[in-house]
């Protein structure tokens, strides 16, 4: 079950944390949306199965509301089965896969085709469950949507550079 984005106050440590950007906890499977006076909102999250995570430093470039979406040649390829029947996408809508609101992650001015998006499936939501993406339930990426910039910075951290403390 997932729980309600919660406010946490920073490690000191942590140098750097620029207020608006987003930092991605693998193991944890949380998201953090850095504020201003050292505090994050956190919110619970999934992340991609097997190998299809791809840890790294991503640009916010784009912003939808109610996105249209359709799977990657590379879905298809891996997935018929899943994927076959809605090769051309699905229209927008709470069933959509990409659920109500998705921020578009970019190398440069490459799309990567990875999102920050809801989630029509909130049970997924700490587990490794996407081909690629991070999901959210569509209550916390609605709340955190208007409040990320265009042009803000998104870290996936991999399991070895999680920002949670590991015993």
């Known amino acids: ?16 944390l620029v207020p608006g950007d987003i930092h991605v906890d693998a193991v ?6 850095i504020e201003e006076g050292g505090t994050a909102m956190r919110y619970g999250v999934a992340i991609a199965r097997g ?7 991503y640009t916010i470039k784009r912003k939808v509301r109610w996105p249209h979406w ?3 040649q590379n879905m298809i390829d891996r997935d018929p089965e899943l994927y076959s029947d809605i090769a051309d996408g699905m229209e927008p809508g709470p069933e959509n896969a990409l659920g109500s609101r998705a921020l578009y992650l970019f190398v440069g001015d490459r ?3 990875l999102r ?9 939501i700490g587990g490794r469950a996407s081909s690629g993406c991070v999901r959210m339930v569509m209550a916390h990426i609605n709340d955190l949507y208007p409040n990320v910039e265009i042009g803000s910075t998104a870290f996936l951290y991999s399991a070895e550079d999680s920002v949670t403390p590991r015993s």
Do not use: N
């Not at 079950?1 to 750097?16: Q, T």
């Open 116 to 124: 920050i998006h809801g989630t029509p499936y909130p049970r997924s």
């Open 70 to 72: 359709q799977p990657t």
């Open 51 to 57: 190998k299809l995570y791809e840890p790294g430093t």
């Open 111 to 113: 799309d990567t085709y």
């Open 1 to 16: 079950m997932w729980s309600m984005p919660r406010i946490h106050p920073l490690p000191r440590h942590k140098d750097g």
């Open 28 to 33: 944890a499977r949380y998201l953090y949306h």
